[in-house]
């Protein structure tokens, strides 16, 4: 699966052939087929494999304590740290979903999942009166958008997040989102 993920982000979908995959993974073409299937298969089984949705839901159930400003800091500081763990994935994403639907709807899941999540967090927030009355979707939009949008900046501008760091992202973007809240 590695090896599947790794050419189809240097070659793209179509250029990832799966006796190219074979040879990165070091097994025979015929250990794929029977395996997976096709290259299709490889490629969702590495979705399935590397997907992070139970990583952030088992971080809210274990690190959440009600406090907006502490949650909130924590929950952009894990999401960074696992979606830069599983880059790769995320940038074949938004390079292969287009020309192959089926891949996008399995991706998909994982950011309207994160979504619900925080949505679900921005309820209890308001229903606790511990966050003024606003849309949970809209908060929870606006979160991912805000951590989405480090993420291909450190991801694609490099020379603009040097400045940057995952600490002053969170000190100063966070606050800033958490102040708008409030």
């Not at 800091?73 to 979606?83: D, F, G, I, N, R």
Request: aromatic share 12%.
């Amino acid at each position: 699966m590695d090896a599947a993920i790794e050419l189809v982000n240097e070659k793209g979908y179509k250029g990832a052939t799966t006796r190219a995959i074979a040879e990165r993974a070091g097994v025979n073409e015929v250990t794929l087929f029977r395996h997976f299937g096709n290259k299709k298969g490889i490629v969702e089984a590495a979705i399935d494999k590397y997907a992070f949705v139970d990583l952030l839901a088992n971080t809210f159930e274990q690190k959440i304590i009600w406090d907006l400003e502490q949650d909130l800091k924590m929950l952009a500081k894990e999401y960074q740290l696992l979606v830069e763990e599983k880059k790769p994935l995320i940038l074949l994403s938004f390079r292969e979903a287009a020309e192959f639907p089926e891949l996008d709807e399995l991706l998909s899941f994982i950011p309207q999942k994160f979504k619900q999540i925080l949505e679900d967090y921005f309820d209890q927030m308001i229903q606790k009166k511990k966050l003024k009355k606003v849309d949970p979707s809209v908060i929870a939009t606006n979160f991912i958008f805000i951590n989405i949008g480090y993420f291909f900046m450190n991801s694609r501008m490099n020379s603009i997040t040097e400045k940057l760091s995952i600490e002053n992202f969170v000190e100063n973007n966070i606050d800033f989102f958490i102040q708008a809240l409030n």
